[in-house]
């Protein structure tokens, strides 16, 4: 057998387990990137205690709340001007950003409330909550240095969805550390806290006249 031939089936072998160890690496599995996030109830302070001793219980509804679009969306966000937002890579929400801000709204205002059952939307057709917080969110998102961001404007209704003459928009922010999604997901789930004393705040002064209707 001459060297030609032979240096030629040598090579054949190589170049078939090299593709054989390329054929092996395209089929393995691959580590998905994706990772998934969801807000958080924070530890939420107690409230005046003429609140807490009330007798009864009241109902509190908690949505809807409009989120837009380009916010609510499996994507995690990230604001990088006025008009840019960035999807961040392989970042997801585990549910709709919309459940998530009612959800965890409701519980923080559970945890302030001790003395009310707060139901986030949509709540039992049997219940009949005596207030309802609704709204529409502008903003909720971090930005470049990691904070977070809530511009909403809300109002509180009746049992029979008439304004009850309480409402704002609020702009609150929360800071974060920045560095990861993780961290940003926190600071947003703070600055909804935040949201959540300020309208347990609001409710409280709801009281006397509910007592009086009584």
Same mark, same amino acid.
Request: with cysteine.
């Given at each position: 057998? &001459?060297?030609?031939?032979?240096g030629?089936?040598i090579?054949?072998?190589?170049?078939l387990? /090299?593709? /054989?160890? %390329?054929?092996a690496?395209? @089929?393995?599995?691959?580590?998905?990137p &994706? *990772?998934?996030?969801?807000?958080? #109830?924070?530890e939420a302070?107690?409230?005046?205690?003429?609140w !807490?001793?009330?007798?009864g219980?009241i !109902?509190?509804?908690?949505?809807?709340?409009?989120?837009?679009?380009?916010l609510? =969306?499996?994507?995690?966000?990230?604001?990088?001007?006025p008009?840019e937002? $960035?999807?961040?890579?392989?970042?997801?929400?585990?549910? #709709? @950003?919309?459940? /998530?801000f009612?959800r965890?709204?409701?519980?923080?205002?559970?945890? %302030? $409330?001790?003395?009310?059952?707060?139901h986030?939307?949509?709540?039992?057709?049997? #219940?009949?909550a005596?207030?309802?917080? &609704?709204?529409?969110?502008?903003?909720f998102?971090?930005d470049?240095t990691?904070?977070?961001v $809530?511009?909403? &404007?809300? *109002?509180? @209704?009746?049992p029979?969805?008439?304004p009850? *003459?309480?409402g704002?928009?609020?702009?609150? =922010?929360?800071?974060g550390?920045? /560095?990861?999604?993780?961290?940003?997901v926190?600071?947003?789930?703070?600055?909804?806290?935040?949201?959540?004393?300020?309208?347990?705040?609001? %409710?409280?002064?709801?009281?006397?006249?509910?007592?009086?209707? *009584?």
């Open positions: 057998m &001459t060297h030609r031939r032979i030629s089936r090579g054949l072998a190589v170049g387990l /090299g593709t /054989g160890v %390329l054929l690496g395209c @089929l393995s599995p691959k580590e998905d &994706t *990772r998934f996030y969801v807000l958080s #109830t924070s302070a107690q409230v005046d205690e003429a !807490d001793n009330r007798p219980s !109902d509190v509804g908690v949505g809807p709340f409009t989120i837009p679009g380009y609510d =969306r499996p994507q995690f966000v990230r604001r990088l001007g008009n937002l $960035l999807p961040v890579g392989a970042a997801r929400w585990a549910e #709709t @950003l919309s459940e /998530g009612e965890v709204l409701a519980e923080d205002l559970d945890a %302030l $409330l001790p003395i009310a059952r707060v986030a939307h949509p709540w039992r057709s049997s #219940t009949r005596q207030w309802i917080i &609704t709204g529409y969110v502008t903003q998102e971090t470049t990691g904070d977070a $809530l511009d909403v &404007t809300w *109002r509180v @209704l009746d029979d969805r008439e009850t *003459r309480v704002a928009r609020s702009v609150l =922010r929360a800071p550390t920045g /560095g990861s999604v993780e961290a940003e926190a600071a947003m789930s703070d600055v909804l806290e935040r949201f959540a004393v300020m309208l347990a705040d609001t %409710l409280m002064t709801l009281k006397p006249a509910q007592q009086n209707d *009584r």
